[in-house]
């Protein structure tokens, strides 16, 4: 069992960037994908993207694609999501979650595991 804890999340204006960190402890962290989730209010929770263990791999969501990037320290026990031209349906609880099933392109919510308790992200129009 991994243990996560997600850091960086705060109040942006639109245009903004912010730099989402997961820390993680316990089972071997540089062996797991990993990948980053989140929740807007009053919606479902949805994939954002994710990276492979080595990080030679990543897929993001289409409405991220472009703006946000993925990456991992293992080293460092840590994987960052670096978000650009951040936008209002930004706006959510960002989670990271090891991927217990194996990189896809279009994972299921289901597809993640080992959740961290989040943190909130909100973008000012």
């Known amino acids: 069992q991994v243990q996560l804890v997600e850091s960086g999340g705060g109040l942006v204006q639109a245009g903004g960037s912010l730099r989402l960190s997961c820390a993680a402890s316990?089972?071997?962290?540089?062996?797991?994908?990993m990948g980053w989730l989140r929740q807007a209010p009053g919606k479902e929770r949805e994939f954002v993207a994710s990276?492979?263990?080595?990080?030679?791999?990543?897929y993001y969501a289409d409405s991220v694609k472009g703006r946000f990037t993925v990456s991992r320290d293992n080293a460092k026990n840590t994987v960052y999501l670096q978000m650009n031209s951040l936008k209002p349906e930004d706006t959510a609880v960002y989670y990271c979650?090891?991927?217990?099933?194996?990189?896809?392109?279009?994972?299921?919510?289901?597809?993640?595991?080992?959740w961290g308790q989040g943190t909130q992200v909100t973008v000012s129009s």
């Open positions: 979650a090891a991927d217990t099933v194996g990189l896809s392109r279009n994972p299921r919510v289901a597809d993640f595991g080992s």
């Open positions: 316990g089972r071997a962290f540089s062996t797991l994908h």
């Open positions: 990276i492979s263990w080595s990080g030679g791999s990543q």
